[in-house]
């Protein structure tokens, strides 16, 4: 017959740590974090702004993270944030929302341990800023909506008051969408990327080292 035995509660046990040692450690997960959002892939930019929301909410906070409460992100979300516009709210808070996931995926142990906390995120079901990435999908245009366009646009070409930027803006517009070359290739086409020999009025392609010509050529696209 098993014996009965006294079961701790390990919750109450832990060793603090100084302010020292949370200042380094807090240090240490927050360069954790941005080698793993590199490691996922994410680009510089990316990281770059996640951290940068990061550090604005510790500021505001005064302590690190992993110590927010909901009744914190109330306050800041709430109070802080209230005017400021959708997308920097849901930004800082899908940035914040990732960070305790690390936390929690990395680092629960380590700072229940240290500070006797154990790692949950502030941001839930009641205080989740409204909105979605739904919503900033862009659908594509129909075909005849694309060819309403630029119907209405050639109009123009006939009555504008300045007709080289005015065709210009056209002719690279209709460029892009019917070759699917990108915004940054189509600013540095110039003259010499018109082929005249390739057809009546000239077929436009960028060069070899600012745009796949395959995709130019085999959209057989001309001016």
């Given at each position: 017959?098993?014996?009965?035995?006294?079961?701790?509660?390990?919750?109450?046990?832990?060793?603090?740590?100084?302010?020292?040692?949370?200042?380094?450690?807090?240090?240490?997960?927050?360069?954790?974090?941005?080698?793993a959002r590199a490691s996922a892939g994410l680009a510089d930019g990316t990281i770059r702004g996640d951290v940068g929301h990061l550090e604005q909410i510790r500021t505001w906070f005064g302590r690190p993270l992993w110590d927010m409460e909901p009744a914190d992100a109330d306050a800041y979300f709430g109070k802080v944030l209230r005017n400021s516009p959708s997308g920097t709210r849901l930004a800082r808070s899908q940035a914040l929302t990732?960070?305790?996931?690390?936390?929690?995926?990395?680092?629960?142990?380590?700072?229940?341990?240290?500070?006797?906390?154990?790692?949950?995120?502030?941001?839930?079901?009641?205080?989740?800023?409204?909105?979605?990435?739904?919503?900033?999908?862009?659908?594509?245009?129909?075909?005849?909506?694309?060819?309403?366009?630029?119907?209405?646009?050639?109009?123009?070409?006939?009555?504008?008051?300045?007709?080289?930027?005015?065709?210009?803006?056209?002719?690279?517009?209709?460029?892009?969408?019917?070759?699917?070359?990108?915004?940054?290739?189509?600013?540095?086409?110039?003259?010499?990327?018109?082929?005249?020999?390739?057809?009546?009025?000239?077929?436009?392609?960028?060069?070899?080292?600012?745009?796949?010509?395959?995709?130019?050529?085999?959209?057989?696209?001309?001016?």
């Open positions: 017959m098993a014996a009965l035995a006294v079961v701790r509660d390990l919750r109450g046990h832990w060793a603090p740590a100084s302010a020292e040692e949370l200042e380094r450690f807090e240090t240490d997960v927050l360069s954790g974090f941005v080698l990732t960070y305790f996931m690390f936390l929690e995926l990395r680092h629960k142990v380590e700072i229940h341990r240290m500070t006797g906390r154990v790692v949950e995120c502030p941001i839930d079901e009641m205080n989740r800023p409204r909105g979605a990435k739904d919503a900033q999908l862009r659908i594509p245009p129909t075909e005849s909506e694309v060819g309403i366009l630029f119907t209405g646009w050639g109009g123009e070409l006939a009555t504008c008051l300045k007709f080289a930027p005015t065709a210009r803006n056209y002719t690279t517009a209709k460029l892009m969408s019917q070759v699917g070359l990108r915004v940054s290739e189509a600013c540095k086409l110039d003259l010499a990327d018109i082929k005249w020999n390739l057809g009546r009025f000239g077929n436009s392609m960028s060069a070899m080292a600012r745009a796949p010509v395959a995709r130019v050529r085999a959209s057989g696209w001309c001016l």
